[in-house]
Nanobody
Framework: QVQLVESGGGSVQAGGSLRLSCAASGYIYSRYCMGWFRQAPGNEREGVANIASDGSTRYADSVKGRFTISKDNAKNTLYLQMNSLKPEDTAMYYC?????????????????????WGKGTLVTISS
């Protein structure tokens, strides 16, 4: 049974930082495509950042230069460092894992390509 559990969400003022974590269990974490997604109230879920098994990454234009996705294979944990936060970053943030997606295929995949999801952690940014 694959399990993903997010943590680290909270409420901060604009310009602040948060670090999200996603603890993974039940599978060979290091070989999976991993990603962070978010959904704001009234909006569709959107991709934030992906990281492939080889460590390559891709970011949504809206977060480039502010967010950093990383992973610690020894700890089976995915991270999202979020700096210079803006009110429009307010959303529920989800981590996800995809099977059989490597390199460019992982980086280009959206939420439809992911197989496992966490329950999310809420990020609220005040102006």
């Amino acid at each position: 049974q694959v399990q993903l559990v997010e943590s680290g969400g909270g409420s901060v003022q604009a310009g602040g930082s948060l670090r999200l974590s996603c603890a993974a269990s039940g599978y060979i974490y290091s070989r999976y495509c991993m990603g962070w997604f978010r959904q704001a109230p009234g909006n569709e879920r959107e991709g934030v950042a992906n990281i492939a098994s080889d460590g390559s990454t891709r970011y949504a234009d809206s977060v480039k230069g502010r967010f950093t996705i990383s992973k610690d294979n020894a700890k089976n944990t995915l991270y999202l460092q979020m700096n210079s936060l803006k009110p429009e970053d307010t959303a529920m943030y989800y981590c996800a894992a995809g099977i059989g997606l490597y390199g460019p295929a992982c980086l280009s995949t959206g939420d439809a390509g992911m197989d496992y999801w966490g329950k999310g952690t809420l990020v609220t940014i005040s102006s």
